[in-house]
Every structure is written in C-alpha cells, then in structure tokens.
C-alpha cells in the first residue's frame, strides 16, 4: 500500500512540474534570457545635416530725388481762374518727410471793374509767377485698387511752405499750404494729384488784404 502511494506522489509531482514549464512557456515569462547586444547604435530621427538654399535679394528702388510738371487751374482772387502749369523737384528725408520746391506761372483775367469800365486796365502785366519752397510729410500710405488683379500704392500728404509771388510787377511774401495724392504707377513714375492755397498780401485794388488763390493741380514726377 506503501508503495502504491509513493507512484501516485510521484506521477503527480511529475505532471506538476510539467504544466508549470509549459504555463511559463505560454505567457512567455520562463525564457530569462537577454537578447544578444546589436553592434550597430540606434539611427537619429532628425538628420542635422540641411543642405542650405541661394538666395537672392531682391532689388528695392532707394530713389530720393524726384522731378516732375504739373498743370490744373489757379483760382486768383479777383481775377478769375486760369489755368496753371509749373514744374517740380523733392527730395525724400526719409519715408514720411520730404522737402519740395516748386516753380509755377498763371495768367490773371480781369476784375470786375475793369470789365464793366469797358477795357480800362489797372496794370499790363498779368502773368503770376511763384517760387516755394515746401515741407510734406506723409500721413497716409497705402494700396489703391483700380480694376481686378490691378493694385497701386499710394500716399496722402500734408504739405506747407515758404515762398514768393511776383504779380503786378511786385514781389510778395508768400505763404502755401495743402494736401496731395501721389500714386505710384510703377517703381520709379509717380501720378500726382494736388490741392493747395496761396497766400499773400495785395493792395492792387486800393485796400491791403490777404487774398487766397486756390489751385488744383495733376503732375508726372519721376523718381531718380
């Protein structure tokens, strides 16, 4: 009877043994092994070596100068309006300042008096010439769009100076003062459109007073 127990512990130590080698073989935890080391190192994810682009600057206008012509009409005061034509040089400071001298001519009609005194004339010479030298700056800078895929740049400009008017066969301090539109049409021809006051003192008619001699112009300058 003995014996018969030690077979039957045994048989059962056996399949013991058994199934735990088989259960660690099926969740893969009986191997302890270390896998064999790789001679090779792991590669980089980023590869630090960028082969490196030309590139070209592009070629920006630094024009400062520009010159120009413009004609319109100059409203003289009590002579009427005429038109107006003269001609123009700036130099740009910097991006917003730029400093102007202007040149321009008018021919002044007659007064009221002397249309209704039938022909009598207070003086011959009625050409008006002025000479000013101006101060811009500009305050608004921008695009302008005129059709489609068509786009302009553009400032708006304040602009104020000194001067002198020869009219009357006189020469008279002179005081300017406007704004103005410049569009660009391409890099280096510019459109203007301007509007401006003059002012100055004038006792032709037998009184002094300031008059004002209104002007609206349009010009072509070119940038140099």
Do not use: W
């Amino acid at each position: 009877m003995e014996s018969r127990f030690r077979v039957l512990f045994l048989i059962t130590l056996v399949v013991m043994v058994s199934g735990c080698a088989a259960t660690k073989n099926l969740f893969g935890i009986g191997n302890d092994e270390a896998p064999p080391p790789t001679s090779e190192p792991p590669g980089q994810v980023i590869d630090p070596e960028v082969e490196r682009r030309e590139i070209k600057e592009p070629a920006i206008d630094r024009e400062d100068f520009e010159i120009g012509a413009y004609a319109g009409l100059m409203s003289i005061e009590d002579f009427g309006s005429s038109t107006t034509y003269g001609v123009r040089f700036a130099y740009h400071v910097t991006e917003g300042f730029f400093v102007e001298a202007t040149f321009g001519q008018a021919e002044a009609g007659l007064t009221s008096f002397e249309s209704l005194s039938g022909g009598a004339r207070l003086f011959d010479d009625r050409t008006l010439t002025y000479y000013n030298l101006n101060l811009g700056y500009n305050v608004l800078p921008g695009e302008v769009f005129i059709g489609e895929g068509r786009a302009y740049n553009f400032n708006f400009y304040l602009i104020a100076g000194l001067g002198s008017t020869n009219f009357a066969d006189d020469d008279r301090f002179t005081v300017n003062f406007g704004a103005g539109y410049r569009f660009l049409l391409t890099d280096s021809v510019a459109l203007h459109v301007d509007f401006r006051d003059h002012l100055f003192d004038n006792d032709i008619l037998g009184r002094e007073k300031t008059v004002h001699n209104l002007e609206g112009t349009v010009g072509v300058t070119v940038f140099f």
